[in-house]
């Protein structure tokens, strides 16, 4: 689907949209609880949808509504095929789970996710006992378990997604485990599936992020749970204010530990007017300046960066850029040809992207069906010089599905 964006002046406040990574670890947790679990303000992006259904497949009954999703836990497997959609998080913290069970699972994907590699998760499982095979370290991957507890090495510096998968599983071995993790990137992301590890009464403990230790024989307990505002959604919201606009933001917790809260340092790097209150936060047009940044942590963030440097006088360089390889597309090359399209110019040097502002241009452009460069794009039309056409915009479904409604609602000219 193609949708057209003219340059427009958004106003107004806008609701973050609920955080697709939280919702997906808190419906993990609640179908691995006995008993009855309720997620307020759940995501009901692709995603979410995928988590779901595989969590169905486990045994789980789910019951969603608009601002609630019932879920009760019911351990065993109903479907011994389960499909990840596109969802990176969902392939790498449910394919451990699966390992808890001694039916032969397959886990399958579509799109970008097949051409991710994935043998990391069988070199992880395998030594931890669990059987697993894949199609030439691809999907589909075929895994059967008990998963047994014990040491295990791992690799973090693709993804700290396996290791959330890790600590989902591990605490229902019959053995107790220790992980060893080098190169540990997005630490952030495994502080929040602590979080909510805590919440279901599971206990983990580590030593600088190197050294996990998980006690076996653990049970999940049911709890209500909340599910906070996004921020990998809402810097895309925040970088349209300061584009062109003026917006309030509702939903974003300013101590979320959402590693891509660290959009408000980069914009106020670059000069930003923000207002940050309990539980909003104002972004107004203004002059801003090129700004140096380090996104090795929160790589989701290279996309709304580039639309907020192409809006700043002079070149940005954000640190991290050979973490955009293995996303929903090769994201460094994408923001490149995209924004080239649009007359910014985007050009990497080892681990460093770098952003020329300029004037910007109309045009026609492509999401790569990734649904953060399709908002990307969006964003950066908002103050451009004529309009900008996004070709595969339906992919902002993955993780946010509302965004152009949002954007129409806030002021707007959307085409669709």
């Not at 107004?12 to 808190?26: C, D, H, L, V």
């Not at 994408?334 to 910014?344: D, R, V």
């Not at 952003?355 to 990307?376: K, L, Q, W």
Request: with cysteine; glycine share 10%.
């Amino acid at each position: 689907m193609v949708r057209s964006v003219d340059p427009s002046f958004i106003a107004g406040e806008i609701k973050s949209p609920s955080s697709k990574s939280m919702t997906q670890r808190a419906i993990a947790a609640a179908m691995l609880a006995k008993g009855s679990s309720i997620i307020k303000n759940p995501s009901y992006c692709n995603d979410s949808l995928a988590a779901m259904s595989i969590a169905r497949g486990f045994g789980a009954k789910i019951v969603p509504e608009e601002s609630l999703m019932y879920v009760t836990g019911r351990p065993g497997v109903t479907d011994n095929t389960l499909n990840c959609g596109e969802s990176g998080l969902a392939i790498r913290m449910f394919s451990p789970i699966a390992a808890l069970f001694p039916e032969k699972i397959v886990m399958l994907g579509k799109g970008s996710l097949r051409n991710r590699p994935m043998q990391m998760i069988g070199d992880a499982l395998i030594q931890l006992g669990a059987r697993f095979e894949s199609t030439g370290g691809f999907l589909p991957l075929t895994i059967q378990g008990p998963l047994k507890g014990g040491r295990c090495e791992i690799d973090g510096s693709v993804s700290s997604q396996l290791l959330t998968g890790l600590l989902m599983a591990l605490p229902l071995t019959a053995e107790d485990s220790e992980i060893f993790v080098t190169n540990l990137k997005s630490k952030p992301y495994v502080d929040m599936t602590m979080k909510v590890l805590r919440d279901f009464g599971i206990t983990v403990s580590h030593e600088d992020y190197k050294l996990f230790t998980i006690r076996g024989r653990q049970a999940y307990s049911p709890v209500n749970i909340e599910v906070e505002g996004d921020w990998s959604g809402g810097a895309f919201l925040l970088v349209a204010g300061a584009i062109n606009g003026n917006v309030v933001v509702r939903g974003l917790q300013a101590g979320s530990c959402q590693s891509d809260r660290a959009i408000l340092e980069a914009m106020e790097k670059a000069g930003a007017m923000i207002t940050i209150s309990q539980d909003w936060i104002s972004v107004t047009k203004s002059d801003m300046k090129a700004f140096e940044f380090d996104a090795t942590d929160a790589p989701d963030l290279f996309p709304p960066l580039a639309a907020l440097a192409a809006y700043c006088n002079g070149i940005s360089r954000i640190k991290g850029a050979s973490r955009l390889i293995h996303k929903e597309s090769n994201r460094a090359a994408a923001l490149i040809s995209e924004f080239g399209k649009m007359n910014i110019e985007i050009r990497l040097e080892d681990d460093l992207m770098l952003i020329t502002g300029g004037r910007t241009m109309g045009a026609a452009v492509s999401s790569h069906n990734d649904h953060r460069i399709a908002m990307a794009a969006a964003v950066a039309a908002l103050g451009a010089e004529g309009r900008v056409s996004i070709a595969d915009s339906q992919c902002v479904a993955k993780s946010y599905p509302d965004f152009f409604n949002d954007l129409m609602k806030a002021g707007v000219s959307v085409i669709e």
